[in-house]
């Protein structure tokens, strides 16, 4: 399959819907709208178009090139250049539309601030509309009742299929190509994994797939995925992941990987229509036997990112700015998609306390409506080690579509885990009696044995000589594991667990 050149450089034109909104926003009479986007080119377009649909006189300003007409046959016989004569021109003004591009610095001025609040006040006098654009739009107090919010649309998928084409087409005619090479499965994937981008960082991520060769392949796609993930993660709570194909081989847990192995369909695009689509998971068990293993092995058995949500990151000593930062992980996360989402210790971050003045209620709130309400296909793994610090509301039937345990690990199971991790560092396991190393090693969990290793060749390298079984059973015997530390609440938790959740073996 090849993509041919069609318009090279086309803008990306909005559709009816926002035009429609827009338009509907200036009839409502709403003096001031406010427009947070680097889309300018998308904007200016959109307000020219409405400009002529409502047929009425339509201004753009710029710090630089002041106030100019779209239509010539309209622009003033006067100069207005500085951002106070053209609001003073809003106010002797009678039904226009005025564009004010990046016109957020503006804001925190109290003489602009108050002007634009003059707007408003005698809107019924002179009936014109501002449109405010900048990259940041903080509204001041005084002028939120007098104030709406527009939001540019991203392309859709037939919008962001163009934007593909006329990359393609660019690059074709830059190099003397007539056509870029592609697959359909390679081409429905990039446009796929554009979803959620602007149009300018589609056609630049686009532009970066196409450039090396002049094909676009399935290869390109995990670039494309770290490219769009920095672009809409600066800063954010949540750390990524693509390369999760090693995490698909899981020693034990086999009643788990066979639940997300026939799941893993729907992530391929392969499952029926009329099943819904797998939400998530919460995986409860005791500490270091593996938990944060399985959520990895989720995205490796599905083909998928991993998104890790790292709660300490979220907060904030100012008020409210916790869960603005919460919701912003939740969106990229729903922009990343198809991902898998990992919430880990998800219990610290929402277990109540009395003196965090509601705050893990509010984050509680919102990720129950984010579960119940999201669209995207982002699958979500949630791990806790103290099932008693949850809220009822999180582990509720219908939360999630299964709550796994995570158990002590059996005897084969340890075996296999000492054989792991020894082959890990360099050690044949045939050398060891395994079978008797695991006996010995009862109660211990995976995290455990790993450090009974780790310390064992420590004891073995300070007397010069290789690490042997003797080593291992002594370092064993000397540690109490946490199943005998806290035993009593160990115990609790597994028998907690015995009749409310699925062993993930």
Request: a negative charge; charged letters at 25%; proline letters at 5%.
């Amino acid at each position: 399959m090849s993509l041919k050149p069609k318009i090279v450089g086309a803008p990306i034109m909005a559709t009816e819907s926002p035009l429609h909104d827009l338009a509907a926003m200036i009839r409502s009479r709403t003096p001031l709208i406010t427009v947070e986007t680097s889309e300018e080119p998308q904007i200016v377009g959109l307000v020219r178009n409405l400009g002529r649909q409502l047929q009425v006189k339509t201004y753009r300003w710029t710090v630089t090139e002041g106030m100019q007409a779209f239509d010539p046959c309209d622009q003033p016989r006067e100069s207005v250049a500085s951002s106070q004569e053209v609001l003073n021109y809003v106010k002797g003004s009678f039904a226009c539309l005025f564009l004010l591009l990046d016109f957020h610095p503006y804001l925190g001025d109290a003489v602009h601030v108050r002007l634009l609040k003059d707007i408003a006040l005698s809107y019924n006098r002179h009936r014109s509309t501002v449109v405010l654009v900048g990259a940041q739009m903080a509204v001041p107090r005084e002028l939120q009742s007098f104030t709406a919010r527009f939001e540019v649309p991203l392309p859709t998928p037939d919008e962001m299929r163009g934007i593909v084409c006329d990359v393609a087409a660019e690059w074709g005619a830059q190099n003397g190509q007539r056509e870029v090479q592609t697959t359909n499965k390679a081409l429905d994937l990039l446009v796929k994994n554009l979803m959620g981008l602007t149009a300018t960082d589609a056609r630049r991520l686009a532009f970066r797939a196409v450039n090396d060769n002049g094909v676009i392949s399935e290869a390109d796609i995990p670039e494309v995925m770290r490219a769009k993930y920095e672009l809409l993660g600066p800063d954010s709570p949540l750390s990524f992941e693509l390369d999760t194909a090693r995490f698909a081989d899981i020693g034990g847990m086999q009643r788990l990987r066979k639940w997300l192995e026939l799941r893993q369909g729907f992530f391929r695009g392969e499952n029926p229509p009329k099943l819904d689509p797998p939400r998530g998971i919460l995986l409860i068990g005791v500490q270091g036997c593996g938990k944060s293993l399985a959520a990895k092995a989720a995205a490796g058995i599905f083909g998928l990112p991993l998104l890790r949500l790292d709660f300490g990151t979220l907060y904030s000593k100012y008020y409210g700015e916790t869960e603005k930062n919460l919701r912003k992980a939740l969106q990229t996360a729903e922009l990343m998609s198809p991902c898998v989402l990992w919430m880990d210790e998800i219990e610290k971050a929402l277990s109540v306390g009395e003196d965090d003045e509601g705050l893990s209620r509010r984050m509680l709130g919102d990720i129950l409506v984010w579960m119940s309400e999201r669209r995207k296909p982002v699958f979500m793994v949630a791990t806790a080690n103290d099932i008693g610090r949850l809220p009822p509301e999180m582990v509720r039937k219908g939360r999630f579509d299964e709550i796994f345990f995570v158990d002590l690990p059996s005897s084969s199971n340890r075996r296999e885990i000492f054989s792991i991790h020894l082959r890990k560092r360099g050690h044949s396991p045939e050398r060891f009696d395994l079978d008797t190393v695991a006996a010995v090693a009862e109660g211990f969990s995976g995290s455990e044995i790993e450090q009974a290793i780790v310390a064992a060749m420590y004891s073995s390298y300070a007397e010069g000589r290789d690490l042997s079984e003797a080593d291992l059973l002594n370092e064993i015997r000397q540690t109490k594991p946490l199943s005998i530390v806290m035993g009593e609440k160990v115990q609790e938790l597994r028998t907690w667990a015995m009749d409310r959740t699925v062993a993930v073996d």
